[in-house]
């Protein structure tokens, strides 16, 4: 069975940090690729950043780029984002996603195979 586990949401200050954790389990993670995801109150769900199995490709949304990092550590099935200078706008839950896919990053939903249940972000002075 293919789980996918987020953690390292919660409330922060605007202007403030938080890093997420994806931990993959019942697969090689090694030539997967994985995304982050939001999906705000009453909004479709978008992609945030995407990362390629190896680590050496990246793609971002333009609201996030040169705020949130993307990275990755195989040995730990493990993906992460970086959230800096947050913004209220940040305020969604964040979800991670995974699949098969060794030519780059993948950046639709639909190109996901396998999710996690998401973990909530609030951003709020």
């Known amino acids: 069975q293919v789980l996918l586990e987020e953690s390292g949401g919660g409330l922060v200050q605007p202007g403030g940090s938080l890093r997420l954790s994806c931990a993959v389990s019942g697969l090689t993670y090694t030539g997967y690729t994985s995304g982050w995801f939001r999906q705000a109150p009453g909004k479709e769900r978008v992609l945030v950043a995407a990362i390629s199995w190896d680590g050496t490709q990246t793609s971002y949304d333009n609201s996030v780029k040169g705020r949130f990092t993307v990275s990755r550590d195989n040995a730990k099935n493990t993906s992460y984002l970086q959230m800096n200078s947050l913004e209220p706008e940040d305020t969604a839950v964040y979800f991670c996603?995974?699949?098969?896919?060794?030519?780059?990053?993948?950046?639709?939903?639909?190109?996901?195979?396998?999710w996690g249940q998401g973990t909530q972000v609030t951003v709020s002075s």
């Open positions: 996603a995974a699949t098969y896919y060794i030519a780059g990053t993948r950046t639709k939903i639909h190109d996901y195979d396998y």
